[in-house]
């Protein structure tokens, strides 16, 4: 049974940081593509960052420069960490686990943690 779940979420004053993590069992990170996305209410879910089998990473143009992905194989976990946190960062922030090399092939979701930046 694949699962993900996702913590570190919560309450922060702008500018200020957070990290998220994702831990995944029933599957291992290798062989896969990892990535973060964010819904806002009102507003459609969006890549955030992702990183792929091979290490690779790509961010969304609005976490260039602020977030970090990264992924700890042993731990089988992935993290976001998020520095320099605006207003519009607050959301829903989810981690997926997509198909190698073709990280929008989602396989499965995580239920979500909230952020909420003021």
């Known amino acids: 049974h694949v699962q993900l779940v996702e913590s570190g979420g919560g309450s922060v004053q702008a500018g200020g940081s957070l990290t998220l993590s994702c831990v995944a069992s029933?599957?291992?990170?290798?062989?896969?593509?990892m990535g973060w996305f964010r819904q806002a209410p009102g507003k459609e879910r969006e890549g955030v960052a992702a990183?792929?089998?091979?290490?690779?990473?790509s961010y969304a143009d609005s976490a260039k420069g602020r977030f970090i992905i990264s992924q700890d194989n042993a731990k089988n976990t992935l993290y976001l960490q998020m520095n320099s946190l605006k207003p519009e960062d607050t959301a829903m922030y989810y981690c997926?686990?997509?198909?190698?090399?073709?990280?929008?092939?989602?396989?499965?979701w995580g239920q979500g943690t909230q952020v909420t930046v003021s």
């Open positions: 997926a686990v997509a198909v190698a090399g073709n990280c929008e092939r989602i396989l499965n």
């Open positions: 029933g599957y291992t990170f290798r062989g896969y593509c």
């Open positions: 990183i792929d089998w091979d290490g690779r990473t």
